[in-house]
Nanobody
């Protein structure tokens, strides 16, 4: 079973940057996704990356500001978040899937989830 541990969440001002990390215990997955859930809202996909790193996808709301990357030697996936906005405030989760690269931002395609890390952006 894949275990995922997120870190890097913090409170920042609008315009600031954060880098989230997702450390995975195993490598038996085809993709890792980052999701977020704001208070009172549904969990939404933010970005995803394939196991080899050759495929990435971003939600429209974060494209151009967030970058997903991975270090396979460390079994770690990163989410670099720049130009943060108050609407980015949410609990951020990483998730692992062994499904094909079909709907990489579909949360129902992911079986393993981390516990989340909080990102708060103030105006």
């Amino acid at each position: 079973q894949v275990q995922l541990v997120e870190s890097g969440g913090d409170s920042v001002q609008a315009g600031g940057s954060l880098r989230l990390s997702c450390a995975a215990s195993e490598y038996y997955y085809t993709r890792i996704g980052w999701f977020r859930q704001a208070a009172g809202k549904e969990r939404e996909g933010v970005a995803a990356i394939s196991s080899g790193g050759g495929l990435t996808v971003y939600a429209t709301s974060v494209k151009g500001r967030f970058t997903i990357s991975r270090d396979n030697a460390k079994n770690t996936v990163y989410l670099q978040m720049n130009s943060l906005k108050p609407e980015d405030t949410a609990m951020y989760y990483c998730a692992a899937s062994s499904s094909a690269w079909n709907q990489p931002l579909n949360r129902y395609d992911y079986r393993y989830w981390g516990q989340g890390t909080q990102v708060s952006v103030s105006s």
